[in-house]
């Protein structure tokens, strides 16, 4: 059974990092059949997908264009979980954060995201 | 705005059938890419409840069917029961985004 469990600090002032860990059991991170996602939802703006990364020999990353020049997804093998880094944020970027897998082992397309992890709530304040 | 637009909300009493609507566009739904539902109940995450247009995970139970055409998609409850009572998303991939792209949202109440 796979698990995903996230951590991180609940608030962030504005201008700085959001920061998130989202830690893998039951699969890992290098998995060549997954990817690993960060999805936020707010009031707002509702799901929102944010990017993910992947290992397909070598390491992938997908970004939303929404985000695109603040994001950072990354693995680390060592621990087996990935994290997310949103630089510059604003209010606007308070929501509720999930991680999530993708099982890319069908023939579907877009992968449907099969486990998610328990959700972060990040406020954006000062 | 969501790319892919859901009713806000749909009601129905027990064991009647509702239909929840997801309508895209050509570059989402009608491009072929497949559709996912998801259930969420209030402080927690979303649950996969149908995969790849028409698939139930293990577990959902069958009352819970989806299906495809053009650049739409439905989600289709029968045997409305009080648990079912939840918020319900589409999802599929959208290219003018080239990324995930989801559906807003439908609060289901069960009368």
């Known amino acids: 059974q796979v698990q995903l469990q996230q951590s991180g600090p609940g608030l962030v002032k504005p201008s700085q990092t959001l920061s998130l860990t989202c830690a893998i059991s039951g699969d890992s991170v290098s998995s060549n059949s997954a990817a690993w996602n960060w999805i936020r939802q707010s009031p707002s703006r509702g799901l929102e997908w944010l990017g993910r990364t992947y290992y397909r020999s070598k390491w992938y990353n997908d970004y939303a264009v929404s985000v695109k020049s603040r994001i950072s997804i990354n693995p680390d093998t060592s621990k087996n979980h990935f994290s997310l880094q949103l630089n510059s944020v604003t209010p606007e970027d308070t929501a509720v954060y999930y991680c999530?897998?993708?099982?890319?082992?069908?023939?579907?397309?877009?992968?449907?995201?099969?486990?998610w992890g328990q959700g972060t709530l990040v406020t954006v304040s000062s | 705005q969501s790319v892919l637009t859901q009713p806000p909300s749909v009601s129905g009493a027990p064991g009647q059938r509702v239909t929840i609507s997801c309508t895209g566009s050509?570059?989402?739904?009608?491009?072929?890419?497949?559709v996912h539902w998801y259930q969420q109940f209030p402080g927690t995450a979303p649950k996969l409840l149908i995969s790849?247009?028409?698939n139930r995970p293990s577990g959902v139970p069958d009352r819970f069917s989806g299906s495809k055409s053009g650049t739409s998609a439905s989600l289709a409850i029968t045997g409305l029961q009080a648990e079912d009572e939840a918020d319900y998303y589409c999802q599929s991939y959208d290219s003018s985004l080239s990324g995930g792209a989801f559906g807003g949202g439908t609060k289901l109440t069960v009368l």
């Open positions: 790849g247009n028409n």
């Open positions: 999530a897998r993708a099982a890319e082992g069908s023939s579907w397309f877009p992968s449907p995201f099969d486990y």
């Open positions: 050509s570059s989402n739904i009608g491009a072929a890419y497949d």
